[in-house]
């Protein structure tokens, strides 16, 4: 739900859907029409028409129980790089990165400010350098992983970079 929306717009829709189909196997059971239905004011159908045949995937391919590795998460309908890096990370506490807009603009600006995120070329290397400082273990990486998201969205942000309070500053190749 949360691709390509913010937070404050699903909130509304999550819980609601969620008493519809509180199971993956809810989801595929159920005709799409009725997924479509209760996707409706949330827009991006392409989530809840991808959401539905994963569903079906997962129960027919994997007998029902989600995939943790990110190459089986990414042959998922609908699952791409980041959706698979969050979900191996959150859901199953495996070493794995995930690079949004927020992630991809602090470890430009820290660490490659000659970077530039919405060049595929610089992106690929974005996520490269996100690979290379993913801790140890799974059980950290879920907290990296906040941190690098929690950081992008109120400290680095794309409009104001609040240098002062931001906790990587003296690593920061940006710093102002």
């Not at 189909?21 to 059971?29: N, S």
């Not at 007998?63 to 590795?69: R, T, Y």
């Not at 990370?89 to 000659?114: C, G, K, M, Q, Y």
């Not at 350098?129 to 942000?157: D, F, I, Y």
């Amino acid at each position: 739900m949360l691709q390509q929306t913010q937070v404050s717009r699903v909130v509304e829709f999550y819980g609601r859907f969620l008493r519809t189909f509180p199971t993956l196997e809810r989801i595929a059971a159920a005709p799409a029409r009725k997924v479509m239905e209760s996707w409706e004011g949330l827009g991006y159908y392409a989530r809840a028409r991808n959401l539905h045949t994963l569903s079906r995937t997962v129960r027919d391919t994997h007998n029902g129980e989600l995939p943790s590795d990110i190459a089986s998460l990414r042959e998922l309908p609908g699952v791409g790089a980041y959706t698979a890096g969050a979900v191996a990370s959150f859901a199953f506490e495996r070493r794995a990165a995930l690079v949004d807009t927020n992630v991809a603009r602090v470890i430009a600006r820290v660490f490659a400010p000659r970077l530039n995120p919405k060049r595929s070329r610089d992106l690929s290397r974005i996520w490269t350098l996100a690979e290379s400082l993913l801790p140890r273990t799974g059980k950290a990486t879920w907290a990296h992983n906040q941190a690098l998201m929690e950081l992008g969205a109120l400290v680095c942000t794309a409009r104001i970079k609040r240098c002062g309070v931001c906790p990587v500053s003296t690593l920061c190749k940006s710093v102002e």
